[in-house]
């Protein structure tokens, strides 16, 4: 493996610096009223799935809930669980600042289950600028659906399903400069976002309580998410309102959509280990089946909540022949992120180091913010990235790698439409820092903008 040291100095000062401003935070300001203060319970306390923590609800994000893994407390939000400092859930098995709370959505208990319904439609407008942009109306969506049930007094079962809509955007899914990864008809996508597939996650995860407060726990299916990154992008507050994926994806969070996953970890109050087996491949041009499921990459993944407001990790994967692009090169991927949230702020850090087997090591920085005020809410992402995917065979610039940077801004207003319905309109615009080289390719000053109009079900 070949990571540059500026890499893994960046992810040092990141974990340390972050975790040293949230403990200036946390002992300066006063703690979040526990959930149950902050909104009375809709429906009995034995058996309370049915309650939103409207005081630390995530208003737009698939954070999946104060679901607290270290002490058996899934998507309830009854004193004294949501209350204490634990974390929630991201997507898959990562785990997210515990201030984020629960994931909005309609919450509600049927035969002994906890259950929980999210979804949205986003019709989004993008106008990607200069000679490689394009311009391109376009609808992407989510649907979920989790259930939690105990089993026993020391055991908890979860089950999640996840669909999308975005294959009906297009094989080539829709323009964003800079991005790459995956194909449409054989050719790499350049300069575009891959459409999801039809099925996103069908999951299971079983925890059972060892210790107070510390759980082992197993988690996996056909279509899941293996220990490796940070929580995907369109689950995280910082992300919320933003309608661009980052062109740092497939660096951090490629992997959120994978066939074949199984996970066995242990999570306690303040920290996670884990460790994943999964199908190294990303998907294929087929965007509405299950692929066959293969275990042939691993990961291992650490997690620490050292606030209430704070959720730092670091994994490592070796994946296996990843890119179709690529088919005879495996990949090591590390990652190193730091997510915070406190009142109205959720900010998200983070770097990665591709290192191609053999080939070289790319490396990746994000960061990303969402500030609320009531109704309104703006948000912001600058990254940075090495690619080498820019340029086909044949071209000079093949192979080349360049570092480019992109910074982006924008506006959300938020309007309810009826309890638990929410219509969001606002829009964003991109400026981008590029090697003179790309200047015939890209223009000297490429511009971009979005619009869109983001319709949720289960926020308020």
Not at 238 to 252: C, G, K, L, Q
């Amino acid at each position: 493996m070949r990571f540059s040291a500026r890499g893994g100095a960046f992810a040092v000062l990141l974990l340390s610096s972050t975790a040293a401003l949230a403990q200036h935070a946390e002992h300066g300001a006063p703690p979040a009223p526990p959930a149950a203060e902050t909104q009375p319970p809709a429906a009995p306390a034995e058996h309370d799935h049915g309650a939103i923590d409207q005081g630390t609800m995530d208003h737009g994000s698939m954070n999946h809930g104060a679901m607290d893994h270290g002490s058996m407390n899934h998507g309830s939000s009854t004193e004294g669980h949501a209350g204490e400092e634990d974390s929630a859930a991201g997507s898959g098995t990562s785990r997210l600042p515990e201030a984020e709370g629960m994931m909005p959505g309609l919450h509600f208990s049927a035969g002994g289950w906890g259950l929980m319904a999210h979804g949205y439609l986003w019709p989004i407008y993008s106008d990607q600028g200069g000679p490689r942009g394009d311009e391109q109306a376009f609808v992407t969506s989510m649907a979920m659906l989790e259930g939690d049930r105990q089993l026993g007094t020391k055991t908890n079962l979860q089950l999640r399903a996840m669909l999308s809509l975005d294959p009906l955007i297009g094989d080539r899914g829709y323009p964003n400069l800079f991005a790459t990864g995956e194909t449409a008809g054989g050719a790499p996508l350049v300069d575009r976002q891959h459409p999801h597939d039809f099925f996103m996650e069908l999951s299971a995860r079983v925890d059972r309580e060892v210790a107070p407060g510390t759980n082992l726990f197993l988690y996996g299916g056909p279509v899941a998410e293996p220990a490796l990154g940070p929580s995907a992008f369109m689950h995280r507050a910082s992300a919320r309102n933003n309608p661009e994926a980052p062109i740092t994806h497939h660096w951090f969070d490629s992997t959120h959509i994978t066939f074949g996953v199984l996970t066995a970890g242990v999570a306690a109050r303040r920290w996670q280990l884990e460790a994943s087996a999964f199908r190294g491949r990303e998907p294929d041009e087929d965007r509405w089946d299950i692929e066959t499921p293969k275990l042939d990459s691993w990961s291992v993944r650490g997690t620490l909540n050292p606030t209430r407001s704070t959720a730092l990790q670091v994994s490592y994967g070796k994946l296996r022949a990843p890119e179709r692009l690529h088919p005879d090169e495996d990949e090591g991927r590390l990652t190193a992120s730091a997510h915070y949230f406190r009142g109205d702020l959720a900010v998200t850090a983070a770097y990665s180091a591709k290192n191609r087997l053999p080939g070289p090591t790319l490396d990746a920085f994000l960061v990303e913010a969402n500030y609320d005020l009531g109704r309104h809410s703006l948000f912001g992402r600058g990254e940075v990235i090495d690619n080498d995917e820019l340029f086909g065979e044949g071209d000079p610039l093949h192979d080349r790698v360049f570092r480019m940077g992109k910074l982006s801004a924008g506006y959300a207003y938020h309007v309810p439409l009826a309890r638990s319905v929410q219509l969001s309109l606002g829009g964003s615009a991109s400026v981008y820092a590029k090697p003179a080289a790309l200047d015939a390719t890209y223009g000297e000053n490429p511009r971009s903008f979005t619009l869109f109009a983001k319709l949720a079900l289960g926020e308020e």
